[in-house]
């Protein structure tokens, strides 16, 4: 029935979001743990198998974090008979949008965004500097970008809990569910 992009700037929640869809018993995917995106070198087109962390300095001009095209067109045909969500972002997110039915944002504040990343557990993306200062120049940028292409906007500043549900009353109210 719909395949829902859940997006956001690094520290946004995604993950966190993800992991509460799939205690309520969704489909959902984290982007970054299962399998549907991936580094790759810009120059090249190659993908990165071991990638350093934490970055050195110039390393994200040089490489990128994509989501996988043909993953995604997958989990599209599966997604048919129920709604699934993925969870996750990736600079070539324009190229997998027309595969999504809906597209829902997290958006938070910068003083958050620093918070979450320099205490989150579940990977040390934004602990570096370098990656700190990216996630911070991105941060307003994700939601204009989101907001033109006509995504749900949601605060991601609020308690998980109510994330969550924001999600999903996003996607019921497209539907009538």
Same mark, same amino acid.
């Given at each position: 029935?719909?395949l829902?992009?859940?997006?956001g700037?690094s520290? =946004?929640? $995604?993950? =966190?979001?993800?992991?509460?869809?799939?205690?309520?018993?969704?489909?959902?995917?984290? +982007? %970054?743990e299962?399998?549907?995106?991936?580094?790759? %070198?810009?120059?090249?087109? @190659?993908v990165?198998?071991?990638?350093?962390?934490?970055?050195?300095?110039?390393?994200?001009?040089?490489?990128?974090?994509?989501v996988?095209? @043909?993953?995604v067109?997958?989990?599209?045909e599966?997604?048919?008979?129920?709604?699934?969500?993925?969870?996750?972002?990736?600079?070539? @997110?324009?190229d997998?949008?027309?595969l999504?039915?809906?597209?829902?944002?997290?958006?938070?504040?910068?003083?958050?965004?620093?918070?979450?990343?320099?205490?989150?557990t579940?990977?040390?993306?934004?602990?570096?500097?370098?990656?700190?200062? =990216?996630a911070? $120049?991105?941060?307003?940028?994700t939601?204009?970008?989101?907001?033109a292409?006509? =995504?749900?906007?949601?605060?991601?500043? $609020?308690?998980?809990? @109510?994330?969550? %549900?924001?999600?999903?009353? +996003?996607?019921?109210?497209?539907?009538? %569910?």
């Amino acid at each position: 029935m719909a395949l829902v992009w859940v997006t956001g700037n690094s520290g =946004a929640g $995604k993950s =966190a979001v993800c992991a509460v869809l799939r205690t309520r018993g969704h489909v959902a995917l984290d +982007a %970054d743990e299962d399998g549907f995106s991936r580094w790759v %070198d810009r120059t090249r087109g @190659e993908v990165v198998t071991d990638p350093p962390s934490p970055v050195p300095q110039g390393w994200l001009d040089r490489y990128g974090w994509v989501v996988v095209r @043909e993953r995604v067109e997958a989990l599209a045909e599966e997604s048919r008979s129920g709604v699934a969500f993925l969870c996750g972002s990736a600079e070539n @997110e324009a190229d997998v949008l027309d595969l999504f039915d809906v597209t829902v944002c997290l958006v938070i504040d910068d003083d958050t965004l620093r918070h979450r990343l320099a205490t989150r557990t579940t990977n040390t993306f934004g602990r570096h500097p370098e990656e700190l200062a =990216a996630a911070l $120049k991105w941060n307003p940028l994700t939601r204009a970008i989101h907001e033109a292409r006509g =995504a749900t906007i949601i605060d991601a500043c $609020k308690p998980l809990t @109510e994330v969550a %549900d924001d999600v999903i009353d +996003a996607v019921q109210g497209l539907f009538g %569910d």
